[in-house]
């Protein structure tokens, strides 16, 4: 069993499928985790030790989440990502939304 077997990562992956089954997006590997791909761009993940969304989008709409509460500087091995935005709290809705801005921003 691996650390990733006991992510909670069950609501990203309920999320993301519309898309799979849409065929919009498919899964893929970044950074040794899986992913959501369009095309060669990378769209989103289950950040790998909490299960939250991680999400690539325009840096105006990270930095609004950022300040409005809603997410977190994606920042692995301490380097800020600037178009991507870790979002924590369980909201499907909120997920969704986002991995649609997401979609349109790197299809």
């Known amino acids: 069993m691996t650390a990733q077997d006991d992510v909670d990562d069950k609501l990203f992956w309920d999320v993301a499928q519309p898309l799979l089954a849409a065929g919009k997006a498919e899964e893929g590997e970044l950074m040794r985790s899986p992913c959501l791909r369009v095309g060669k761009e990378f ?17 105006e709409r990270v930095a609004e989440l950022i300040s409005a509460g809603q997410g977190l ?27 649609d801005e997401g979609y349109e921003f790197v299809s």
Not at 48 to 58: H, M, S
Not at 83 to 98: K, M, N
């Open 43 to 59: 769209l989103a993940m289950p950040e790998y030790r909490t299960g939250d969304l991680v999400v690539k989008l325009p840096k």
């Open 73 to 99: 500087p994606f920042a692995p091995a301490k380097k800020v990502f600037s178009e991507w935005v870790q979002v924590p709290a369980r909201d499907e809705a909120l997920w969704a939304q986002l991995l």
